[in-house]
């Protein structure tokens, strides 16, 4: 079993920058992909960023709505993996998740395919 716990998130102004953490607890070792989800009010869960490894590489992807502004990162030492948000707009605004996989997921924007979710950070942009 592997529990997510993310936190970092807050209030901050249009064109601010916040840095998310999701730290994994538990039988992490087996884990091989790591996402960033987020859902606003009234909306459905969306894909955000994810993060792929192997022993020698990491391999990083991006929503298109978050490409060049969003960087995703992971302190394997520390058992943590990181969303580096930069350029907030109020379009950002949700509740942000991580979830992982046991799994180097092939379809990784799909909620459904994650085995593990965090408890969800709120992020607000302020106009």
Same mark, same amino acid.
């Given at each position: 079993q592997?529990?997510?716990v993310e936190s970092g998130g807050g209030l901050v102004q249009a064109g601010g920058s916040l840095r998310?953490?999701? !730290?994994?607890?538990?039988s992490t070792s087996t884990l091989s992909t790591l996402a960033w989800f987020r859902q606003a009010p009234g909306k459905e869960r969306?894909?955000?960023a994810v993060l792929r490894w192997t022993n020698?590489?990491?391999y990083p992807w991006y929503a298109d709505s978050v490409k060049g502004r969003f960087t995703?990162?992971?302190d394997n030492g520390k058992n943590t993996v990181y969303l580096q948000m930069t350029s907030l707009e109020p379009a950002d605004?949700?509740?942000y998740y991580c979830a992982a996989d046991d799994t180097r997921l092939v379809v990784y924007s799909r909620p !459904?395919?994650?085995d593990y979710w965090?408890?969800?950070t709120q992020v607000t942009v302020s106009s």
């Amino acid at each position: 079993q592997v529990r997510l716990v993310e936190s970092g998130g807050g209030l901050v102004q249009a064109g601010g920058s916040l840095r998310l953490s999701c !730290a994994a607890f538990g039988s992490t070792s087996t884990l091989s992909t790591l996402a960033w989800f987020r859902q606003a009010p009234g909306k459905e869960r969306e894909f955000v960023a994810v993060l792929r490894w192997t022993n020698d590489a990491d391999y990083p992807w991006y929503a298109d709505s978050v490409k060049g502004r969003f960087t995703i990162s992971r302190d394997n030492g520390k058992n943590t993996v990181y969303l580096q948000m930069t350029s907030l707009e109020p379009a950002d605004t949700a509740i942000y998740y991580c979830a992982a996989d046991d799994t180097r997921l092939v379809v990784y924007s799909r909620p !459904a395919e994650y085995d593990y979710w965090g408890q969800g950070t709120q992020v607000t942009v302020s106009s």
